[in-house]
């Protein structure tokens, strides 16, 4: 059964469980579920002391460009975990040390079906966001293009380069399957598709990324970089794509915002991310009695 870490009874997490890292998701774990929130003071106060004990890092769907901010104000050492597992980060060296790709061929048809399927997409690449954009008030000269939404050159035919993650982000449920079925007919053998998050309005985040990609491999393959097994780990998240990470994690976290699923894969139970949960997490298991 799981435990709350709300009372101050519970202990320090290096004490209790020998806990030498953690690993942060971030959106609606740190912040709100979009591109400029930060997390809270309290929790930035709370990571830096961490941080004179343990090693942070974050495990997030976000690229490098939307992650290192969050990273920068944490205090993030570690070897952090990118794109849902496409890309392993070293804070220390500032470089990539592991990066795994959708195939172009794979990239192209399946960009191509779910054009013609309506289903609207972004594809991270190489730290750009490319968007299908079909007669668009905003670009309507020419139609059918693909712009770079990170306020880059000006749109221009989309060519594959480096695609880790084709981003469908508001999928509604009844068309889940739809996503599904065209990754099973034209990219099953090198792709999968995964939910990441429900928005409020009740539709989807679905990301199709290489089949080999994902937090828990990707935490696993962090660790051993480091010198360090999933025992001395604590994880913290609340989507669909942390429950695994979790699992595997010697404590596992989820915020009480999580999805059941999330929830049931956890050892403890911290607030909700508006209620600073992760800061309660490292207060209460990492920073009590110190």
Same mark, same amino acid.
């Given at each position: 059964?799981?435990?709350?870490?709300?009372?101050?009874?519970?202990?320090?997490?290096?004490?209790?469980?020998?806990?030498?890292?953690?690993?942060?998701?971030?959106?609606?774990?740190?912040?709100?579920?979009?591109?400029?929130?930060?997390?809270?003071?309290?929790?930035?106060?709370?990571?830096?002391?961490?941080?004179?004990?343990?090693?942070?890092?974050?495990?997030?769907?976000?690229?490098?460009?939307?992650?290192?901010?969050?990273?920068?104000?944490?205090?993030?050492?570690?070897?952090?975990?990118?794109?849902?597992?496409?890309?392993?980060?070293?804070?220390?060296?500032?470089?990539?040390?592991?990066?795994?790709?959708?195939?172009?061929?794979?990239?192209?048809?399946?960009?191509?079906?779910?054009?013609?399927?309506?289903?609207?997409?972004?594809?991270?690449?190489?730290?750009?966001?490319?968007?299908?954009?079909?007669?668009?008030?905003?670009?309507?000269?020419?139609?059918?293009?693909?712009?770079?939404?990170?306020?880059?050159?000006?749109?221009?035919?989309?060519?594959?380069?480096?695609?880790? &993650?084709?981003?469908? %982000? $508001? =999928? /509604? @449920?009844?068309?889940?399957?739809?996503?599904?079925?065209?990754? #099973?007919? +034209?990219?099953?053998?090198?792709?999968?598709?995964?939910?990441?998050?429900?928005?409020?309005?009740?539709?989807?985040?679905?990301?199709?990324?290489?089949?080999?990609?994902?937090?828990?491999?990707?935490?696993?393959?962090?660790?051993?970089?480091?010198?360090?097994?999933?025992?001395?780990?604590?994880?913290?998240?609340?989507?669909?794509?942390?429950?695994?990470?979790?699992?595997?994690?010697?404590?596992? &976290?989820?915020?009480? %915002? $999580? =999805? /059941? @699923?999330?929830?049931?894969?956890?050892?403890?139970?911290?607030? #909700?991310? +508006?209620?600073?949960?992760?800061?309660?997490?490292?207060?209460?298991?990492?920073?009590?009695?110190?």
């Amino acid at each position: 059964m799981n435990r709350v870490c709300v009372p101050p009874s519970v202990l320090q997490a290096e004490a209790e469980y020998g806990i030498r890292a953690v690993y942060f998701d971030i959106d609606n774990t740190l912040v709100p579920n979009n591109n400029s929130g930060i997390p809270t003071e309290r929790f930035c106060a709370a990571a830096q002391r961490a941080g004179e004990y343990v090693t942070l890092a974050v495990a997030t769907a976000r690229p490098l460009e939307k992650a290192s901010r969050i990273m920068d104000a944490i205090g993030a050492r570690g070897i952090s975990i990118l794109s849902d597992g496409a890309q392993l980060y070293d804070a220390k060296t500032e470089s990539m040390v592991r990066e795994t790709v959708i195939g172009t061929d794979e990239t192209q048809t399946l960009l191509g079906v779910l054009r013609a399927e309506d289903i609207a997409h972004t594809v991270q690449d190489n730290g750009r966001d490319y968007t299908w954009v079909e007669g668009s008030p905003l670009y309507a000269t020419p139609k059918n293009i693909w712009f770079p939404i990170l306020g880059y050159e000006s749109a221009a035919a989309y060519n594959p380069l480096k695609p880790f &993650v084709i981003a469908t %982000n $508001a =999928v /509604p @449920k009844d068309r889940l399957p739809d996503v599904r079925e065209i990754v #099973a007919d +034209h990219g099953a053998e090198t792709t999968v598709a995964r939910v990441v998050h429900e928005n409020v309005d009740g539709t989807l985040e679905v990301f199709i990324t290489n089949l080999l990609t994902n937090k828990k491999a990707a935490l696993i393959e962090a660790l051993q970089m480091q010198n360090l097994n999933p025992a001395q780990v604590m994880a913290v998240g609340d989507g669909p794509n942390d429950e695994l990470m979790l699992k595997i994690a010697g404590v596992g &976290v989820a915020l009480e %915002n $999580a =999805v /059941p @699923k999330t929830l049931q894969a956890a050892d403890l139970i911290a607030p #909700a991310y +508006h209620y600073n949960g992760a800061a309660v997490a490292l207060e209460r298991l990492v920073l009590a009695g110190r």
